[in-house]
């Protein structure tokens, strides 16, 4: 099942089902709020932008460029990294909680078929059901610091950052101001999770499909992460 070469052999071989101990889960956590977080905080000048261009109507009819060519001419450099606090942290316990949560989800939900070999007609499934799991208890986390950020860039004299931001917001709106964009977000990031992690797994499939048995049990740690690294880059 992706996470080990193991899982994705042809029935005659032996099936394992990896045994993540707390250190792997958090190694997980930890390479998922990485990653998350640099991929979405390197965009916040285009979010701010594209926000600003959708509620701003000096703005409304600006491009991308010149949207934020303006911004920069009247609020200088820094404008066009407004909510960026919330985005960091947002997506730092987002993308842990996600990729640690889906090989959580994934493992249990193998262990409830009955084991690997019995898992493997049903693995699309599994990816499916993994991933919108993970993605709806991440997107917990997620949703009020995406409210904060929205609110930052949306009404530049709302708050001066993250923490006056969510504590204003916290304290003004309570828990339905915060989750009031949780169902939005839930439709535009399950389908990603799930695309994202089944195409991480097929990737995993097709490599190790393609090596003999013997070529599994004696991969390298280096062949095996040149694997996941190019599996993760095609997701």
Avoid at 61 to 89: D, M, N
Avoid at 141 to 151: G, K, V, W, Y
Wanted: proline residues 6%; glycine residues 10%.
């Amino acid at each position: 099942m992706g996470s080990k070469p193991k899982s994705t052999t042809s029935p005659s071989s032996a099936y394992v089902l990896p045994q993540f101990t707390p250190k792997d889960y958090t190694k997980f956590f930890t390479a998922g709020a990485l990653v998350a977080t640099l991929t979405h905080g390197a965009v916040t000048p285009i979010d701010v932008v594209k926000t600003r261009i959708q509620i701003d109507p000096e703005l409304a009819r600006h491009s991308l460029f010149s949207g934020g060519t303006k911004i920069v001419a009247s609020e200088g450099p820094k404008g066009l990294l407004t909510g960026f606090g919330p985005t960091a942290v947002g997506y730092f316990v987002q993308g842990g909680a996600k990729f640690a949560g889906y090989e959580f989800w994934k493992k249990n939900i193998v262990e409830t078929i009955g084991g690997p070999e019995n898992a493997i007609p049903y693995r699309m499934p599994i990816y499916l059901l993994s991933a919108s799991a993970a993605e709806f208890f991440a997107d917990i986390l997620l949703t009020p610091l995406e409210a904060t950020r929205i609110r930052l860039v949306s009404d530049r004299k709302y708050a001066t950052g993250l923490v006056t931001g969510f504590t204003r917001l916290a304290r003004e709106g309570g828990i339905r101001e915060m989750y009031a964009g949780f169902l939005p977000i839930l439709c535009k990031q399950i389908p990603f999770a799930i695309g994202q992690f089944t195409v991480n797994e097929l990737c995993h499939e097709l490599a190790y499909r393609n090596m003999s048995d013997e070529a599994r049990r004696n991969i390298s740690t280096i062949h095996k992460g040149f694997i996941d690294l190019g599996s993760g880059l095609t997701a």
